[in-house]
């Protein structure tokens, strides 16, 4: 069996220009082919200066804006928009920019039974959120950031979770993450499965809770708590 093949890049630039689009209600046809050309919408250079604040009251200054950062801020601003948590929740994990801009003033973080409040600038400052996207799934931040410093990193190097999205009757969103093996790391994987992770098979860590209050004009991340690794 051929492995797929991953960019170094956890998404092109191409493919971020097609998910901002997609958030903003826009047509996505001829943007893959301008995206390594797009110039930051007005929006995204407003954003950016919002950001900025933010991060450097987050004690985040010395973050370097990319183009990838200001295309995921499109992305979030169009869904917010749109009411696209799905579409947020992608720009979230995608960009410190995104996380500075829609982090609550104060944040629960920690191990179950255990966490604490963190002010915003304490939080950020831990750098330590939990997942990033990889192509059209998720991965744990760690991983991503072990692909990203091996040149011959294979997709099986990756630590893939398990999202499961839920809405309060208030417009609170819930994410609960877990990583595991999946049907496409079984060798060879079942024939039906013509892509994708499919069914979970067996969990690798304790995953957590993530949590977003609506506001005004979007979500803010209130809640980033750990479970701890399930019992053999």
Known sequence: MIEPRFKRRQLSLATLALFAVAACGGEAAGTADAADSVAPSAASQTGAGTVGAAAAASGAAEQVMTESDRL???????????????SFFKAFTGSWAVRAKYT??????GMTGQSRSLPRRDYLALNDFPIAPMDYDYVTAAS?????????????????VQLEFNTANDNRRRVDWLPGIFQKHQTPPPPELEEGLGELVRATGGGGTLLFFPTETCWELVEDVRNPMPQP
């Open 72 to 86: 995921f801020l499109d992305m979030a601003d169009g869904a917010c928009n749109a009411v696209d948590f799905p």
């Open 144 to 160: 991503a950031a072990a692909f990203e410093g091996k040149p011959d990193a294979s997709w099986r190097d990756l630590s893939y």
């Open 104 to 109: 609550a003033a104060t944040v629960t973080h």
